[in-house]
């Protein structure tokens, strides 16, 4: 039975993708395979980080403890940790828990995509800005399903006219995003970009079906309070 490197659990509302503003059971998993340069919690992958050494099966119970019909798993990058997918079956058996996986693009998605139960992936596509653009696994995009979500993170001009031509290649921008229903938010950096450049540049390139997303956490709380 694999044990889960648990550095954060708690519930609070989601702060951003399709569930923003709903409550959350939070599972933060240590260790991440990127170093974006605006990453928030790259306390938690730092080797020895403190944590707590979980089953699948008792996360699961303190999940349906918690009394909260969602569950978000986060990190860090959770799909690094090793027997992931047992911690996804253990979660998704009864098909009632609604099951979203934070997760930063640069991990394949093929060995997860096809796991029983109402499970969702918020994929990060990084942008030049934040230092990673490299390390994308392109292949993921073509796994996506109208449950699942992509979420531009911007730190610049530069990054959104990067992030609409990488949208337009992928199929995820126009006509085409209307085909599969994935869904695209773009989200400014907190303190690098004004969320009012983000809606013109959205204006002026007319693009349609995809959303502008803040980050509610950060405007509810401190910025870099940990646990909500």
């Known amino acids: 039975m694999s044990q889960f490197h648990v550095t954060e659990r708690f519930v609070s509302i989601n702060g ?3 569930r ?3 409550l959350s059971c939070f599972i933060r998993l240590a260790g991440c395979n990127l170093r974006c340069n605006y990453c928030d919690t790259r306390w938690s992958c730092e080797p020895g980080v403190e944590s707590e050494l979980l089953s699948a099966e008792e996360l699961h119970t303190w999940v349906r403890d918690c009394g909260i019909k969602n569950a978000t798993l986060t990190g860090g990058e959770p799909l690094l940790a090793p027997g992931i997918e047992e911690l996804l079956r ?3 058996e009864d098909g009632t828990l609604r099951i979203e996986v934070e997760t930063n693009g640069a991990v394949p998605l093929k060995p997860l995509i096809d796991i029983p139960g109402n499970i969702s992936y ?6 030049p800005g934040s230092g990673m653009a490299e390390h994308m696994c392109w292949e993921n995009y073509e796994l996506l399903r109208p449950q699942d979500t992509v979420k531009c993170v911007v730190s610049d001009r530069k990054d959104l006219d990067w992030v ?3 949208l337009g290649e992928r199929n995820l921008i126009g006509d085409a995003i209307r085909k599969n229903h994935v869904a695209v938010y773009i989200s400014p950096v907190f303190g690098r970009i004004r969320p009012l450049e983000i809606v013109d540049y959205m204006k002026e390139h ?3 079906d995809v959303r ?3 980050q509610l956490h950060k405007f ?3 910025p870099g309070k940990k646990g909500v």
Not at 122 to 127: E, Y
Request: net charge negative; charged share 40%; proline share 0%.
């Open 220 to 222: 509810i709380w401190d």
């Open 20 to 22: 923003a503003g709903e």
């Open 206 to 208: 007319r693009m349609n």
């Open 164 to 166: 609409r031509e990488k």
């Open 16 to 18: 951003e993708a399709r």
């Open 122 to 127: 918020t994929m990060d596509l990084k942008c």
């Open 90 to 92: 253990e979660l998704g």
């Open 212 to 214: 502008l997303q803040l």
